[in-house]
């Protein structure tokens, strides 16, 4: 594989939140001004509400990701949230969660 594939596949691997939001769609990370480096990158210029998101610093969440290994996946907080990005952004966390697990990291972003 090239490493330009490989350097692109890793930023876009850091662009994937715990929560399953592809954060390269997202409106914050998307705009020119003030713009967010994703759930992943670094907090500092964050609004607060992304530094402290509550999926993001879950303690039930053992793996990178939720759904590994978490009873309550998905929890209401997930559930909600999931609820509001499918009219907002066309997308499911909780979908996108699942293909995680059964495609790994790298097949989910390869396809």
Not at 32 to 48: E, T, V
Not at 88 to 111: E, H, P, V
């Amino acid at each position: 594989m090239p490493k330009k594939l490989t350097a692109r596949r890793l930023s876009q691997a850091a662009l994937i939140a715990p929560c399953g939001m592809n954060c390269s769609l997202c409106y914050a990370f998307l705009r020119s001004r003030n713009r967010c480096p994703g759930c992943r990158g670094d907090n500092r210029g964050k609004c607060k509400t992304r530094v402290a998101c509550k999926i993001k610093t879950c303690e039930a969440r053992r793996g990178s990701f939720c759904a590994a290994d978490c009873a309550s996946f998905p929890c209401e907080r997930l559930s909600r949230l999931d609820k509001r990005y499918r009219t907002k952004y066309g997308m499911s966390m909780i979908d996108n969660l699942g293909r995680i697990q059964t495609d790994g990291l790298r097949g989910f972003i390869a396809s």
